[in-house]
C-alpha cells in the first residue's frame, strides 16, 4: 500500500535570526512533533504524518539548514536545535509526543532532557547518545561537496546518487535554482552539524525522565553492543527491533515503523 502524504499548511517561527519552516497538519487530537535526520528535510516524514493525522496533530519542522529554513544559521550547535524546538513546542501551549529519526532523535533527546515539561512521550528512531569519531563529520562534507552541481535532472541526479531510499529522499527533496537542482543544505554546514551530534551524551542519556521508545534497525548504523549499552545505561527504556530495516527505517520499512509508532503514541505499552 502507498503510503498517504496529508495534506499541510507551512507555519513559520522565527528565533535568533533563524526563520524555521513547519509543516502542521492542524487537528484533531495529541500534538505530534516530527524531526528528520541529518541533510533531510520534513517532507521525507510527510509519510509518517500522514498515518498519524486521523488521531493526532502532526507538525514537521525543518531544522536549521535544512529544507526552507534558513540554510546557512551561524550557530548549529546542539543547544540551538534544542531551542528552535523548545520554541516550537511553547507555540502550541501544551506538551507534545516527540519523535526523531538519527541527527532529529538526537534533537529530540536533548530537548526532553532539557524541558520534560514540554514532552510527554519521546520516540527515538536510530539514535544514539555514544557520539562517535569526529572524521565521520568531514568525511560526509566531502562526499556532499562533491556532488556535480548543479544535477541538470532528476534523471542525472539518479546517476550519481544511485537508487537507494535515501538517494531517492534525497533527488525528490532538490530545488529548482541556479541552472539545475541543488539540494536544500549546504556542505559545510552539515558537517559542523554533524560534529556537534557526535559528542557523546551519556549523562544526558542516563538523567532522562520521559518515558522514552528507542527503535532500531537490523541493518542500522549501531552495533549489537552499542545497542545493549545504550539500554543497560536505562533500563526502563522501551526497545523495539526492526526485522530487514536500514537506518533510513522510516523510508524502507514504512509499514513495520509507523505500526510500532502508533502503538506507542496509542499508550499501548
Do not use: N, Y
Not at 492542524?26 to 535526520?37: N, Q, R, S
Not at 531517492?168 to 536544500?184: F, K, T, V
Not at 525522565?209 to 539500554?231: R, S, Y
Request: hydrophobic letters at 40%.
Amino acid at each position: 500500500m502507498t503510503p498517504s502524504i496529508p495534506p499541510t499548511r507551512s507555519r513559520w517561527v522565527h528565533r535568533d535570526r533563524v526563520w524555521l519552516h513547519v509543516l502542521d497538519t492542524g487537528p484533531p487530537g495529541t500534538p505530534v512533533v516530527l524531526l528528520h535526520g541529518l541533510a533531510g528535510s520534513a517532507r521525507e516524514l510527510l509519510p509518517t504524518a500522514g498515518a498519524l493525522a486521523d488521531d493526532f496533530r502532526v507538525l514537521l519542522p525543518d531544522q536549521r539548514g535544512h529544507g526552507r529554513s534558513t540554510r546557512l544559521p551561524e550557530d548549529t550547535s546542539r543547544e540551538a536545535f534544542v531551542a528552535d524546538t523548545v520554541a516550537l513546542i511553547e507555540g502550541l501551549d501544551r506538551p507534545v509526543d516527540l519523535v526523531g529519526q538519527s541527527m532529529g532523535g538526537h534533537t529530540a533527546l536533548l530537548t526532553a532532557v532539557d524541558r520534560p515539561d514540554l514532552v510527554d512521550r519521546l520516540v527515538l528512531l536510530e539514535t544514539h547518545p555514544g557520539g562517535g569519531d569526529p572524521a565521520q563529520a568531514a568525511d560526509l562534507g566531502a562526499f556532499l561537496a562533491s556532488w556535480p552541481l548543479p544535477f541538470a535532472t532528476p534523471k542525472v541526479a539518479r546517476s550519481f546518487l544511485g537508487e537507494g531510499v535515501l538517494a531517492r529522499a534525497w533527488i525528490e527533496d532538490l530545488e529548482q535554482a541556479c541552472g539545475g537542482l541543488r539540494p536544500r543544505f549546504d556542505p559545510l554546514v552539515m558537517e559542523r552539524t554533524l560534529r556537534a551530534v557526535l559528542e557523546p551524551r551519556w549523562a544526558e542519556w542516563e538523567r532522562l525522565e520521559v518515558p522514552t521508545l528507542a527503535v532500531f534497525a537490523e541493518h542500522g548504523m549501531f552495533t549489537a553492543d552499542q545497542k545493549e549499552e545504550m539500554i543497560a545505561r536505562r533500563p526502563h527504556t522501551h526497545r523495539v527491533d526492526l526485522p530487514g530495516a536500514s537506518h533510513d527505517a522510516h523510508l524502507d520499512r514504512h509499514g513495520l515503523w509507523v505500526d510500532t509508532l502508533r502503538r506507542w503514541l496509542a499508550r499501548s505499552w
